[in-house]
Nanobody, 120 residues
Framework: QVQLVESGGGLVQAGGSLRLSCAAS????????MNWYRRAPGKQRELVAT???????NYADSVKGRFTISRDNAKNTVALQMNSLKPEDTAVYYC??????????????WGQGTQVAVSS
């Protein structure tokens, strides 16, 4: 079994910062891709940031220059540093990982979600 456990959400004023963390555990061979998604009230889920095991990153236009994704491949963790937060960043943030198992197959797993609320 694989688990993704997130931490670090909370309430912050506009312009502030938060750091989200996600740790994957279980019978993991490797993690080709780790992502952060978010779902704001009344909106569809949005891909916020992606980092491959090789270090390539990609960001939604709405967070470029403010958010930074970073991985520790040895620890199977991923973090999202969020700076200059805006009220529109308010959402539940989810960690997502493409897990490759020792036998070679892959599957996607999700964290439980962590609430980020930004007040104006």
């Amino acid at each position: 079994q694989v688990q993704l456990v997130e931490s670090g959400g909370g309430l912050v004023q506009a312009g502030g910062s938060l750091r989200l963390s996600c740790a994957a555990s279980g019978s993991i061979f490797s993690i080709p891709v780790m992502n952060w998604y978010r779902r704001a009230p009344g909106k569809q889920r949005e891909l916020v940031a992606t980092e491959t095991s090789g270090g390539s990153t990609n960001y939604a236009d709405s967070v470029k220059g403010r958010f930074t994704i970073s991985r520790d491949n040895a620890k199977n963790t991923v973090a999202l540093q969020m700076n200059s937060l805006k009220p529109e960043d308010t959402a539940v943030y989810y960690c997502n990982a493409r897990i490759r198992f020792p036998l070679g197959y892959e599957n996607d797993f999700w964290g439980q979600g962590t609430q980020v609320a930004v007040s104006s």
